[in-house]
């Protein structure tokens, strides 16, 4: 069964930073692209990053970029987002998600999810 | 990226027939043949009920379908049921290469 679980999210200041992780389990993690989507208290979905299974592509949404890093570990079937400068407007529940669709959008399992309030 | 244009609310009766549609460019949705859907009860993650415009993935009802005009893609559920209540989201792959969603559409079953 696959299964992504994330973790790290929490209670940050302005100008803060914190690192999510995702769990990936019982499919082969290194096959596969991942991406990072958030939603924000009662509104819509929003893509955040995409990374490449072999970490070689690497792409940003444009209210993220300079700011946020995606990264992933094949060895211990893991994906990380490190956010940094985090605004108010970061404060979202951020959903790790599987891409079989090569970085068009195909995103077939996802997390349950971990929430980032930053807040003063 | 702006996001892509879905009403926001629709309804319907048990065992009618909806469709949510979803507007965007050129640049996304009429570009590319990469349009998904995506189901999500409340606190629940998303569910991929579409993929590529008009692809279910397995398990998922065939109750549920896809198509595509132009910048316009639209999402038909028939024989609506009372578990089919939720948020509904289209996404689009991008000339940016990057994925835009749409602002959502909440699915009222009178």
């Known amino acids: 069964e696959v299964q992504l679980v994330e973790s790290g999210g929490g209670l940050v200041q302005p100008g803060g930073s914190l690192r999510l992780s995702c769990a990936a389990s019982?499919?082969?993690?290194?096959?596969?692209?991942m991406n990072w989507v958030r939603q924000a208290p009662g509104k819509g979905l929003e893509w955040v990053s995409y990374?490449?299974?072999?970490?070689?592509?690497?792409?940003?949404a444009d209210s993220v970029k300079g700011r946020f890093t995606i990264s992933r570990d094949n060895a211990k079937n893991s994906l990380y987002l490190q956010m940094n400068s985090l605004r108010a407007e970061d404060t979202a529940v951020y959903y790790c998600?599987?891409?079989f669709g090569l970085g068009r959008g195909n995103f077939d399992y996802w997390g349950q999810g971990t929430l980032v309030t930053v807040s003063s | 990226q702006s996001a892509l244009t879905q009403p926001a609310s629709v309804s319907g009766s048990p065992g009618q027939s909806i469709t949510i549609s979803c507007t965007g460019t050129?640049?996304?949705?009429?570009?590319?043949?990469?349009v998904s859907w995506y189901q999500q009860h409340p606190g629940k993650a998303p569910k991929l009920m579409i993929y590529?415009?008009?692809n279910r993935p397995s398990g998922v009802s065939n109750r549920f379908s896809g198509s595509k005009s132009g910048n316009t893609a639209s999402l038909t559920i028939s024989g609506l049921q009372a578990e089919d209540e939720a948020d509904y989201y289209c996404?689009?792959?991008?000339?940016?290469?990057?994925?835009?969603f749409g602002g959502g559409t909440k699915l009222t079953v009178l």
């Open positions: 590529e415009v008009s």
């Open positions: 019982g499919f082969t993690f290194s096959s596969y692209s």
């Open positions: 050129s640049s996304d949705v009429g570009g590319y043949n990469y």
């Open positions: 998600a599987r891409d």
């Open positions: 990374i490449s299974s072999s970490s070689s592509t690497i792409y940003y």
């Open positions: 996404s689009s792959y991008t000339s940016s290469s990057s994925v835009v």
